[in-house]
């Protein structure tokens, strides 16, 4: 049921892009009127989620745009350079083209990588982490050395569907639906992994499982690109909670940790 694999890895830098509009959620309930239209106040998103705000890039970046912006602060965080980066994997949900060429060529040409192997993995809200433990496993395997993951999202594009399937909405069921593109935003993320120093240092173990009954819970594009996002997030808050409680427990065991140890 679980994919248990020991950790091989260290963190050695992290990097973020913030584009610096703000958009808050006031803002976006505002410009749906809930108040008249759905009997809910102007910050019931806020309350709701805790988000008072996100940001919003500039019409013109890409995902790969700000997916660089952070690779490079985490490249000066390490003392690094581009070329001493093995292998690039761009883990966004977003990317600069549908098809091809992966956003992670086009990153690893704005950052002079030219030593590094590139690819994208997508798993939406996922993918990172699951770049996270494919670098592990190559640097276990003495492949890589260094290795970068990197996403750049535009969530603000889900704002904009979101707000613009509202407006022809009447009813609060289907506002709770699509209410979860209002929670995105744009950003840049990278970090750089090596291998690590001690035995119990880094990364200590990793534990993956992926239950596809659940698959319905959260979609987007699935009538096309304008589709907007919708996700039935009480069924998908339960549903985790449920998982995540057996997990914990078994990953505990495979790292022989208690509770009490945990600080």
Request: charged share 20%.
């Amino acid at each position: 049921m679980y994919m248990y694999t020991q950790g091989h890895s260290r963190l050695i830098s992290v990097g973020a892009y913030i584009p610096e509009n703000k958009v808050t959620s006031r803002d976006l309930l505002q410009a749906i009127d809930t108040q008249n239209r759905f009997g809910l106040s102007h910050d019931w998103l806020e309350r709701a989620t805790g988000i008072k705000e996100r940001r919003a890039a500039t019409e013109n970046m890409s995902p790969s745009d700000m997916a660089a912006l952070a690779a490079r602060e985490a490249l000066e965080s390490a003392s690094l350079s581009s070329s001493d980066i093995d292998v690039i994997i761009f883990a966004g949900m977003d990317r600069d083209y549908l098809v091809e060429p992966a956003t992670a060529h086009v990153v690893q040409d704005k950052i002079g990588a030219s030593n590094a192997v590139a690819f994208d993995v997508n798993n939406a809200c996922h993918g990172f982490m699951n770049g996270i433990h494919l670098v592990d496993a190559l640097i276990a395997t003495g492949q890589v050395r260094r290795g970068l993951i990197v996403a750049g999202e535009m969530g603000s594009k889900h704002a904009r569907k979101a707000i613009k399937a509202l407006q022809h909405v009447t009813d609060r069921d289907t506002f709770i639906k699509l209410a979860v593109g209002l929670t995105l935003g744009d950003a840049g993320a990278a970090i750089i992994l090596g291998p690590k120093l001690e035995p119990e240092t880094g990364f200590m173990g990793f534990m993956l499982q992926s239950q596809g009954q659940y698959s319905t819970l959260c979609n987007c594009g699935k009538r096309g690109e304008e589709s907007p996002l919708e996700a039935d997030m009480p069924a998908i808050i339960d549903q985790g909670i449920a998982m995540l409680g057996g997990m914990y427990e078994a990953f505990m065991q495979k790292l022989g940790w208690q509770p009490q140890e945990i600080a």
